[in-house]
């Protein structure tokens, strides 16, 4: 039993608790001008210290926060370009190692690359899921499920 736990949660990725790292999609020019990326540099900046790592597709540029980390997966060379499945599974691969080289065991993310990006949810789930599936990390995905209102 790995201990690795999936869980989709109701709520606001970035009211997380401290002790969740986080992640998010972002080219390799960091514009980070749309969509959550957005929320990510209005709440954590230093730009400089990302920019300054020169990471390239397929990596991850990263920003410490108290006791957390801040995973910018790098999927793609520029914002506006689209990332690919290859280039996905690359960057949650070197954020995984990270993870574990830093004993990281809880993670929170969005559905990541399936907002502007385009990439379909039930392909990135299963490619985490996969990447994921031998470790003891929690991953949370908030602000994900659909509940219905109950009818009257």
Known sequence: ??????????????????????????????????????????????????????????GVAILKDQERFIYNLVTKQTSWGKPTYQLLHSTLTAMRQHMIAHNVHKLAMPRIGCGLDGLSWMKVKEMVCEIFQSDAIELVIPGTRRIQPHAK
């Open 1 to 58: 039993m790995s201990g690795f736990v999936y869980k989709e949660v109701n709520g606001d990725l970035f009211s997380a608790k401290a002790d969740y790292s986080m992640c998010h999609c972002v080219g390799a020019d960091l514009r980070m001008g749309k969509g959550i990326a957005v929320k990510f540099r209005t709440k954590f900046g230093q730009l400089l210290t990302l920019q300054r790592q020169n990471v390239q597709p397929g």
